[in-house]
Every structure is written in C-alpha cells, then in structure tokens.
C-alpha cells in the first residue's frame, strides 16, 4: 500500500518561500504510469491542484501558479518537492501531495494526510 507523508515548515513569512516535501512509502516514484500531486485547500475555501510531476519526470503546473511554482523530485529518496516563492498571506493553506494511478477501468487514489502551512509575519 502506498502512503505518502508531507514535511516542511508550518510557518512561513511572506515573500520568503515555501518548500514541502512529500516522502513516500510502499512503492516508489518512478512506477510506469503514477502521477505524483500536490494540492491545496485554503481555509474555508475548496482544492486547488497546483501541478504534478509524473513518474518519468515530467512537470506540469496550474496555469494560475506556475510563474511562482516548482515541483522536483529526488528517486534516491523516493521523494518529491513542492517550492513555492514569494508566498503571501494567501498562500496559507493545508497542502497535501498525492498519487493516483489507473487500475483497470479505474483508478487508485491516495493522498497524505496535509500538512497546514501558515504564511504570517
């Protein structure tokens, strides 16, 4: 069974950057054809994917993040990285990583369990 677990900081000032890394377990990064997430959800607000990095390594982010937003992974750790620049207040969010992958006529899901990250002077 794969898990995944977010780490990084739970606050961070504004303009600095963020940085999430998101380690897994029970199956590794670079598996044919799992595409590795990251998201998030601002209080109160619903989920925003904000760009993936695919098991060959492939990046692709959300059109409305990508000018402030970088996801790299490291497969000797069998982890992947969310660096976000310039964070404001707005920025503050649970941010979660997650995998998905198709089983047969479907698909596998999972998610880590978020991380909250607060973006305050």
């Known amino acids: 069974q794969v898990r995944l677990q977010e780490s990084g900081p739970d606050l961070v000032k504004p303009s600095q950057t963020l940085s999430l890394t998101c380690t897994v377990s029970?199956?590794?990064?670079?598996?044919?054809?799992?595409?590795w997430s990251w998201i998030r959800q601002p209080p109160g607000k619903g989920l925003e994917w904000m760009g993936v990095?695919?098991?060959?390594?492939?990046?692709y982010y959300s059109p409305s993040l990508k000018s402030h937003t970088s996801i790299s992974r490291d497969t000797s750790k069998n982890q992947f990285s969310l660096q976000l620049n310039s964070v404001t207040p707005e920025d503050t969010a649970v941010y979660y990583c997650?995998?998905?992958?198709?089983?047969?006529?479907?698909?596998?899901?999972?998610w880590g369990q978020g991380t909250l990250v607060t973006v305050s002077s």
């Open positions: 990095i695919t098991y060959d390594g492939r990046v």
């Open positions: 029970g199956g590794s990064i670079t598996t044919n054809y799992y595409y």
């Open positions: 997650a995998t998905r992958t198709t089983v047969g006529s479907g698909y596998l899901e999972v």
